[in-house]
Each structure stands twice: as C-alpha cells, then as structure tokens.
C-alpha cells in the first residue's frame, strides 16, 4: 500500500509540474493552478476516499452472495442426502462458534456440490461449499472439519474483501491516472504509469488468493481445529486426500480452480503439507480424540 501511495504522488508531483508554468495555463503573477488542474485534484481526492472506504458486514454478504451465485453457475448442488449437507452445517457450526469471530450477518452456512472433484470454496457472506468428492474421500470427521476449518479461516481473515478493497484502490488509481492526463496533457510519464497501474490491475484479478493467504488459512484452520476440540493435524489427512486426487487427475499438477478474483488458487499441496507440518509442531502435546466421532461420522457418510 506504501508502494502505492508513493506512486500517487508521482502522479501529483508530474501534475504540479505540468500546472506551474505559463504554458500550461496558469498565469506566471499566480501561485495557484489552474480550475482545470484544481478540478482534477479534487476529483482526485474523491476517487482515493472511496478506495479507502470499509465494506460492511451486509456488504459482505451480499458480495458473497453473489460468489455463491457464480459458484452454483458452475456446479450443481447435492441434494440427494439433506441429512449429510445437516451433518457438515454442524460441524460448520462448531467450528465458528468456537472462532473468533462466531456471529456474522445472516450466520454460516455449508452446502454441498454434486462432483467428484475434491475442492472447497467459501464467500466473504459465510457461505462454504465442498464437494462431494471430498466427503467421499473423508476418513474421519476431522478430515471433514480440516476443509471446513480452512475455508471458514479465510472469510474469518477477510481475504477476499482484501482483494477487493486490493483491486477497488487499484481501480481509483486508474481513475487517478485518467485525470492526471486531463490536467497535465497526455505526458509519457503518466502514459507510462497508466500502463503500470492497468498491468497491476490485471495481475491482481488473475491470481485470486495468495500464496501467503493460503498458507495463513491453513495456520489459523490447525487454531480453529483445536479450539473446537478436533485434532489439528487432521488437516495433513485433508491436504493429503487432495494432493492424492491431484496425481490421479492431473499428472500430478495442482488441480486448476476456478479463476476468479474471490476465488482461491491453491499453492501444491506438497507446499501445504510442508508449512502445515511447521505449524503443528506447537500442538503436539494434543491427544487425537477423533475415535469418539467414528460412529456418528459413519452413521453420516455410511463408512
């Protein structure tokens, strides 16, 4: 962000330049700009203060909302079982309620998609979506939580407002941009600087989450599981069901998410499994408690 707002002052400084000689207007008797150029800075300004602008939780939702939308676009829900998608809503439920952060508008919810697929998805409303295939690769509740966990921690850690709010800043400073070549005439420099800011704009909606937030969905998932009494190291058999689904269905590459600027793109899960491993060092004292969940995880998933 300080990147950033060093290069806004570029844009200031090429306006500033541009505006304080005679032959851009402004009288050489004058210490003031031009209304031209005054005009532009304030419009300036305002495009700035409503990048900064926070995203309300029911804003949240319904951006989330609209993800969910888009994910339903493309799969179809399983709808074959209510009581299985009522058995992972639990699981959801206890996970947040032993999160930081247990109430949010209009609550979580968890829903289930109708494919093989092994993949999770989750939107900044709450809503969390596995697939079928992940269940059917489940060996254990826990396994089960481990998803939920990690999908639950990035609407807890707000990473896809982050890439809104990311890619909204971005798309003022185009604006910002745009109205320097008003004020100052189309300079090379600012050309220029346009140009970056559009390659960055680009770059950012591509890549969706980032490899960081990857890896600190999956740390605070290991917290959240054991907040809530599951084993945390579970989230080894989790990531392991996926990098198995992955050699199997795509010669071992990761396999390719949805591409969208809310929409995660895991880092391998070989990358994963090494950083989680790291993680759950602190944990080790824990006993694994998973066998008292055997039966009703059975009675769930008919294992």
Not at 267 to 273: E, F, G, T, V
């Amino acid at each position: 962000m300080k990147k950033i707002t060093g290069a806004i002052c570029v844009v200031l400084l090429i306006i500033s330049c541009e505006t304080s000689g005679v032959g851009a207007g402004v009288s050489s008797k004058s210490n003031f700009i031009s209304a031209q150029a005054a005009d532009a800075l304030g419009r300036m300004n305002d495009a700035m203060a409503d990048a900064e602008k926070d995203i309300t939780p029911s804003e949240e939702y319904y951006i989330g909302r609209a993800v969910g939308a888009n994910i339903l676009s493309n799969y179809s829900l399983y709808t074959e079982d209510p009581a299985l998608t009522a058995y992972v809503n639990k699981i959801l439920n206890v996970l947040a309620i032993n999160s930081p952060r247990p109430v949010i508008y209009n609550g979580y919810h968890a829903a289930i998609l109708d494919t093989d697929e092994i993949n999770g998805f989750s939107t900044s409303g709450g809503h969390i979506f596995i697939t079928r295939g992940l269940l059917d690769a489940a060996d254990s509740e826990d396994a089960i939580a481990a998803t939920l966990a990690h999908e639950l921690a990035h609407i807890l850690l707000r990473h896809s407002i982050t890439s809104i709010k990311n890619s909204r800043f971005v798309g003022s400073l185009q604006q910002v941009a745009g109205i320097a070549d008003e004020a100052a005439g189309l300079d090379e420099r600012v050309r220029i600087f346009d140009e970056s800011i559009r390659e960055a704009v680009n770059n950012t909606l591509d890549k969706g989450y980032s490899r960081e937030q990857e890896y600190e969905a999956d740390a605070a998932a290991i917290s959240l599981l054991a907040a809530a009494g599951y084993t945390p190291s579970s989230i080894v058999a989790a990531l392991e069901s996926v990098k198995a689904y992955n050699a199997a269905h795509s010669g071992g590459k990761a396999f390719p998410s949805m591409r969208s600027a809310l929409q995660s793109t895991h880092p391998s899960p070989d990358d994963r499994l090494r950083e989680v491993r790291k993680k759950l060092a602190a944990y080790h004292n824990l006993a694994d408690n998973s066998t008292i969940r055997k039966p009703r995880f059975a009675a769930a998933l008919g294992k």
